[in-house]
């Protein structure tokens, strides 16, 4: 029996050829915005329409995300509810991509999970990448460094991981990596490691590593020459700031070198996933500074 959480926009596709499944659920970690801004330009560049929407009445709690009203001289002209949805589109080279996005799901997880898989065996989908970004003492002045979740330690290696055993709180994603790996279908998460001070505002460089890592596992074609060149602006806005504090410049400095002395404990490419807030240097001034430039521009 189809689950009652789906419904479909419009009429199955009947030509889709094994899609890759991207996952950017807003409300778990996503320091710098760095997930959601890789999704919204990969939605840009293939063109997604939505093909499916899930019942989020079942779903999402509406007083912890209250919908919008459109209010035109006092008069309520209609409502804007949380859409949680799969939407579908082809890269430049003809390759299938379906996206889910919307908010993470607040209650029923397990039914959730069923429903997605169900829409997985329906429409041949051939893996499942989740993109998303975490705060880490990282210094800004490097490449941004990238770790993983995966179904296998193939694909962990070639991401990046975390060594040793680890237990951490999981969002919708990593029940959805477990519920691919249960069927024999590779799945990983791409998490980009995002400098402390500037988690709370938007890293597009994080971004542009995301989406790099992501055409690298996966073929799929994708253009990330502007969010490089974003990345480039920031990177110099920031370095302009911090060469004026002398404190500031000491915590990039410190960052530095723990990074060179090779105090990471990472396996692979890439770097640990989560990071130990008590054994960051304090961020708290820089970052302020920074969302004042930001606002001022």
């Known amino acids: 029996m189809p689950s009652p959480l789906i419904i479909w926009e419009n009429a199955k596709p009947v030509d889709m050829h094994e899609p890759v499944l991207v996952c950017?659920?807003?409300g778990w970690i996503d320091a710098g915005f760095s997930g959601l801004t890789a999704i919204g330009n990969l939605k840009l560049q293939i063109r997604t329409h939505r093909l499916v929407?899930?019942?989020?009445d079942e779903l999402i709690d509406q007083r912890a995300r209250r919908p919008r009203m459109h209010l035109v001289d006092g008069v309520n002209t209609g409502l804007v509810f949380p859409r949680l949805q799969i939407r579908h589109g082809r890269d430049t080279a003809g390759q299938d991509v379906l996206v889910l996005t919307g908010p993470e799901p607040d209650f029923r997880w397990n039914r959730f999970t069923e429903a997605v898989m169900e829409l997985v065996d329906e429409l041949?989908?051939?893996?499942?990448?989740?993109?998303g970004a975490f705060p880490?003492?990282?210094?800004?002045t490097r490449p941004t460094s990238l770790g993983s979740t995966a179904t296998t330690a193939e694909l962990a290696t070639?991401?990046?991981?975390?060594?040793?055993?680890?237990?951490i709180p999981a969002?919708?994603?990593?029940?959805?990596?477990?519920?691919?790996?249960?069927?024999?279908?590779?799945?990983v998460g791409i998490w980009a490691r995002v400098p402390h001070y500037v988690a709370t505002m938007p890293y597009p460089a994080a971004s542009a590593a995301l989406l790099d890592a992501l055409a690298r596992v996966t073929g799929l074609v994708v253009d990330t020459?502007?969010?490089h060149r974003s990345g480039s602006n920031a990177r110099e806005q920031i370095d302009g700031l911090i060469a004026n504090n002398p404190e500031h410049m000491a915590m990039v400095r410190q960052l530095e070198a723990q990074l060179e002395s090779g105090d990471d404990h990472i396996a692979?490419?890439?770097?640990?996933?989560f990071a130990d807030p008590g054994n960051l240097p304090s961020g708290d001034e820089l970052a302020a500074e920074l969302e004042r430039y930001l606002r001022d521009q």
Request: a negative charge; aromatic letters at 8%; glycine letters at 18%.
């Open 171 to 187: 969002g919708v994603s990593a029940a959805l990596e477990r519920a691919f790996a249960d069927v024999g279908k590779p799945a």
């Open 225 to 227: 020459a502007e969010l």
């Open 158 to 167: 070639q991401i990046g991981h975390l060594q040793g055993g680890y237990e």
């Open 24 to 26: 950017g659920l807003e």
């Open 53 to 56: 929407r899930f019942d989020t």
């Open 136 to 140: 880490a003492p990282y210094p800004h």
């Open 268 to 273: 692979g490419q890439g770097s640990t996933p």
């Open 124 to 131: 041949g989908v051939r893996m499942l990448v989740g993109l």
